[in-house]
Antibody, heavy 118, light 108 residues
Framework: VQLQQSGPGLVKPSQTLSLTCAIS??????????WNWIRQSPSRGLEWLGR?????????DYAVFVKSRIIINTDTSKNQFSLQLNSVTPEDTAVYYC?????????WGQGTLVIVSS | EIVMTQSPATLSASPGERATLSCRAS??????LAWYQQKPGQAPRLLIY???TRATGIPARFSGSGSGTEFTLTISSLQSEDFVIYYC??????????FGQGTKVEIK
């Protein structure tokens, strides 16, 4: 399984951060896979942001501290999932990772440095 | 939310030496504990899960132990590529995954 991330590295304050994670070697709608977003910054360390997965239907779970601002979507036609983080501030500056795994991060994307600055 | 605390923050050791890294959970996580290695500019790589099971392709010099709230990652003989940062992560009470702040292993 390989994960390839894409998206802008610079976002203005109050705007929306959008990243995509393209999957190869698995399918986003797999009934055994879970797809996650995690971020890492020097001040806050590694932070799990949320996940999406399909069983009988699609499920999403989000970290409490971003729950009001985050959406994780899937695109089965492109076999990818995405992160949207609204109303960003400089505190959202971090390296963002996508990862496959339920209990642990088995496979990770390459990471995307996102800087929030005007 | 379970808080994970790693010690020491930095471990100084020489190649060939044994390294012992610690991770403590704020409440019991049973054996639901993973260790990751992160090299500069790379994503974390899963080393250990279930507190003591090596992930696929991980060398035998890496071993994990512990249960409940106290865990240890041991590197039996440090190789040059092992001088990087290590993180623990609990998944007993998830989501969310929660991570320790990391231990940097540096060359003495």
């Amino acid at each position: 399984v390989q994960l390839q991330q894409s998206g802008p590295g610079l976002v203005k304050p109050s705007q929306t951060l959008s990243l995509t994670c393209a999957i190869s070697g698995d399918t986003v709608s797999s009934n055994s896979a879970v797809w996650n977003w995690i971020r890492q910054s020097p001040s806050r360390g590694l932070e799990w942001l949320g996940r999406t997965y399909q069983r009988s239907r699609w499920f999403n779970d989000y970290a409490v501290f971003v729950k009001s601002r985050i959406i994780i979507n899937t695109d089965t036609s492109k076999n990818q999932f995405s992160l949207q983080l609204n109303s960003v501030t400089p505190e959202d500056t971090a390296v963002y990772y996508c990862a496959r795994g339920d209990r642990t991060g088995e496979t990770w994307g390459q990471g995307t440095l996102v800087i929030v600055s005007s | 939310e379970i808080v994970m605390t790693q010690s020491p923050a930095t471990l100084s050791a020489s190649p060939g030496e044994r390294a012992t890294l610690s991770c403590r959970a704020s409440q019991s996580v049973s054996s639901d504990l993973a260790w990751y290695q992160q090299k500069p500019g790379q994503a974390p790589r899963l080393l250990i899960y279930g507190a003591s099971t090596r992930a696929t392709g991980i060398p035998a010099r890496f071993s994990g132990s512990g249960s409940g709230t106290e865990f240890t990652l041991t590197i039996s003989s440090l190789q040059s590529e092992d001088f990087v940062i290590y993180y623990c992560q609990q998944y007993n009470n998830w989501p969310p995954w929660t991570f320790g702040q990391g231990t940097k292993v540096e060359i003495k």
